[in-house]
């Protein structure tokens, strides 16, 4: 269920990629003019303001993915993996109801709602159910579904958009997610390491202090002294924003807490800056790549080319990458070297790809290239869970991908087409962008010396067995070694 959720949000990012969904402006030459077609056409879009499209998705995964992996805590992740689901299914159906630029960006903004929910909760749920000697891959099987989605989102969008149309192409989309946004809703749900739902309500005052003045450990209500609970009665619109804010107040400071040590994890820190780097590359190539091909080497179905070789090479070269770190030993140090390595010479044969002036010589290199590179997926995100602490995981799945969208694939499309439109050369601009792929070399092989340590089976605050649970409980009574062990 998460590999097919997965590859639909990604065929949804292939799709607006594609020339059959995005099209091309209307061109005019020698008086004469040829009309525009897709998005672009329709909406009259430059190259900038294309690339915008490509990123607005950001703005609900900033909003959204942080909020989420905190709501983890309290609320069980499959149902958000449902709340969230549900936006995605009516975005993409407001897609292909816009009506202006400004229409569909802000329905490609609410895209990114839907995918906060479940990227940062699902890897966990798929770590914590892996075979100890399989973990990266069934993480690879997971993350495979992403080159192969945005491939099929070429074909998909190529396809559907030339004969029924762009908006046909998002209303598909949104049509095969109900099934999916029914089960998040539905299906008995898993609970994660690191965290307990059903001791949470019964363990409320270690989460939240608010509970605590309400809930003893029978689950009953205090009486509180000097008639507040009369008081409170009397005014219970005053006594609830009370309440509300400094539930509020507690969520920010467990939150910050959180963050604080979250980002003083230098391992999770420097795969991230590489992560950031490759993302940059991966984005602007997943979304300009047909239309660049399609110019430099007049491909007369660049869809459909850029589309096969993606979903062959991101199949190999994932499922490679992770099967080759569990050959070798799923250690972080391992996933370093291998990340360093298969991104430095992916690098290379990418870079020469577009040296080449001629298409045959260009996807085979090409083709390599791509293969190297998406090795990456799996470890990269081996090491993002395993260098943090069970209950931390979600925090770092979503600041992870929220670091590499903001940083990376957002600005990277509008970039590459501010760049295009002031070069206007697409190898040039290719080649730059390439070039790139080699800082995030340095930044994973710089991860290679950072000091490691493998924090999947340490246990987390939520994750405490309820016998020593019982031993951390604060106590109404002033018992000075029950507050010292709290």
């Known amino acids: 269920?998460?590999?097919?959720?997965?590859?639909?949000?990604?065929?949804?990012?292939?799709?607006?990629?594609?020339?059959?969904?995005?099209?091309?402006?209307?061109?005019?030459?020698?008086?004469?003019?040829?009309?525009?077609?897709?998005?672009?056409?329709?909406?009259?879009?430059?190259?900038?303001?294309?690339?915008?499209?490509?990123?607005?998705?950001?703005?609900?995964?900033?909003?959204?993915?942080?909020?989420?992996?905190?709501?983890?805590?309290?609320?069980?992740?499959?149902?958000?993996?449902?709340?969230?689901?549900?936006?995605?299914?009516?975005?993409?159906?407001?897609?292909?109801?816009?009506?202006?630029?400004?229409?569909?960006?802000?329905?490609?903004?609410?895209?990114?709602?839907?995918?906060?929910?479940?990227?940062?909760?699902?890897?966990?749920?798929?770590?914590?159910?892996?075979?100890?000697?399989?973990?990266?891959?069934?993480?690879?099987?997971?993350?495979?579904?992403?080159?192969?989605?945005?491939?099929?989102?070429?074909?998909?969008?190529?396809?559907?958009?030339?004969?029924?149309?762009?908006?046909?192409?998002?209303?598909?989309?949104?049509?095969?997610?109900?099934?999916?946004?029914?089960?998040?809703?539905?299906?008995?749900?898993?609970?994660?390491?690191?965290?307990?739902?059903?001791?949470?309500?019964?363990?409320?005052?270690?989460?939240?202090?608010?509970?605590?003045?309400?809930?003893?450990?029978?689950?009953?209500?205090?009486?509180?002294?000097?008639?507040?609970?009369?008081?409170?009665?009397?005014?219970?619109?005053?006594?609830?924003?009370?309440?509300f804010g400094r539930s509020l107040m507690t969520e920010i400071g467990l939150f910050s807490k959180d963050m604080k040590e979250l980002l003083q994890e230098k391992v999770f820190v420097t795969v991230v800056l590489g992560y950031i780097s490759y993302n940059f590359v991966i984005g602007a190539y997943s979304y300009w790549g047909p239309k660049a091909g399609q110019q430099i080497y007049n491909m007369t179905s660049a869809d459909l080319m850029f589309g096969g070789i993606t979903i062959v090479c991101g199949i190999v070269g994932t499922l490679a990458g992770g099967f080759t770190l569990d050959k070798i030993g799923s250690t972080i140090p391992n996933a370093f070297k291998l990340l360093s390595g298969a991104t430095f010479l992916g690098a290379i044969f990418c870079f020469g790809a577009f040296c080449f002036k001629s298409l045959y010589g260009f996807i085979p290199c090409f083709s390599v290239g791509e293969i190297l590179v998406f090795a990456t997926q799996a470890p990269v995100n081996f090491v993002c869970l395993h260098s943090v602490v069970p209950h931390l995981r979600p925090l770092a799945m979503a600041v992870s991908t929220v670091s590499i969208h903001i940083f990376g694939d957002v600005p990277s499309s509008p970039l590459v087409g501010l760049l295009q439109d002031k070069i206007n050369n697409w190898r040039s601009t290719a080649l730059i962008l390439t070039s790139i792929l080699f800082i995030a070399a340095v930044f994973w092989f710089i991860g290679i010396f950072v000091p490691s340590v493998d924090r999947f089976k340490e246990e987390s605050e939520q994750g405490v067995p309820a016998a020593e649970r019982s031993n951390l409980r604060p106590l109404l009574d002033n018992n000075d070694e029950a507050r010292t062990s709290d």
């Open 1 to 243: 269920m998460f590999c097919i959720i997965n590859m639909l949000n990604y065929v949804d990012r292939g799709a607006i990629a594609s020339n059959g969904v995005n099209g091309s402006r209307t061109k005019c030459s020698g008086g004469t003019c040829s009309p525009g077609s897709g998005i672009q056409g329709d909406f009259d879009l430059n190259n900038a303001e294309d690339g915008v499209l490509s990123s607005a998705f950001m703005v609900g995964l900033l909003v959204a993915s942080l909020i989420f992996a905190s709501l983890a805590k309290r609320y069980n992740p499959f149902r958000l993996i449902g709340v969230g689901l549900l936006v995605w299914t009516i975005a993409t159906a407001g897609c292909g109801a816009s009506f202006d630029f400004w229409s569909i960006t802000i329905c490609r903004m609410l895209v990114g709602v839907g995918e906060a929910s479940f990227i940062s909760l699902a890897a966990p749920f798929i770590d914590d159910n892996a075979p100890v000697a399989q973990k990266t891959a069934w993480l690879a099987m997971f993350y495979m579904c992403i080159p192969t989605g945005i491939a099929l989102g070429y074909v998909y969008g190529g396809l559907v958009g030339k004969t029924l149309g762009w908006r046909a192409a998002f209303w598909g989309e949104s049509i095969l997610m109900v099934p999916f946004v029914i089960l998040g809703f539905v299906i008995k749900p898993l609970e994660m390491k690191g965290f307990s739902h059903n001791r949470i309500k019964e363990y409320g005052q270690m989460v939240n202090p608010v509970v605590q003045d309400q809930i003893n450990n029978n689950g009953t209500k205090h009486v509180m002294p000097g008639g507040i609970d009369d008081l409170a009665g009397k005014v219970p619109q005053k006594f609830s924003f009370f309440r």
